[in-house]
């Protein structure tokens, strides 16, 4: 009984360690306690990876695959997207202008898979709907 008290204790123990020790590891927060500021020391690679994933995002948004499901009249458009943000909450929308006609396009997908997929489903409400990439 006492070896089983011994061993909880000492499992106790090692969890309080490896515990105070990952919190530790995470935190490289200094304070000064005069004034009440807070420093964060970074690495200046983070900051650099950071713009990187940035950039990559907004040219990558433009090679992305979207679904059209109107093309007429502003009144039109903004009722089509208004309908279809009811219905597909998950997926976003827009409305663009090519003259002379305003368009509803949905979705930034990454692959043509992606859109496939979705546009079988968009299908059901808006048979006139189809992919394209801008």
């Known amino acids: 009984m006492r070896l089983l008290e011994h061993k909880k204790q000492v499992a106790a123990l090692v969890f309080a360690l490896i515990f105070s ?4 590891a995470q935190t490289n927060v200094k304070t000064s306690k005069n004034d009440g500021k807070v ?13 990187y994933k940035t950039k990559l995002n907004k040219t990558d948004d433009e090679k992305r695959f979207r679904i059209q499901i109107y093309n007429g009249t502003l009144e039109g458009a903004q009722k089509a997207k208004r309908n279809f943000s009811n219905e597909f909450k998950d997926i976003t929308s827009d409305i ?15 692959t043509r898979l992606e859109a496939d997929r979705y546009l079988i489903q968009v299908k059901n409400e808006y048979p006139s709907a189809f992919l394209l990439q801008p």
């Open 39 to 51: 420093t964060i020391e970074q690495d200046a690679q983070i900051e650099k990876l950071v713009s």
């Open 21 to 24: 020790g990952i919190s530790h």
């Open 96 to 110: 663009a202008f090519e003259t002379p006609n305003y368009k509803v396009r949905v979705g930034k997908f990454r």
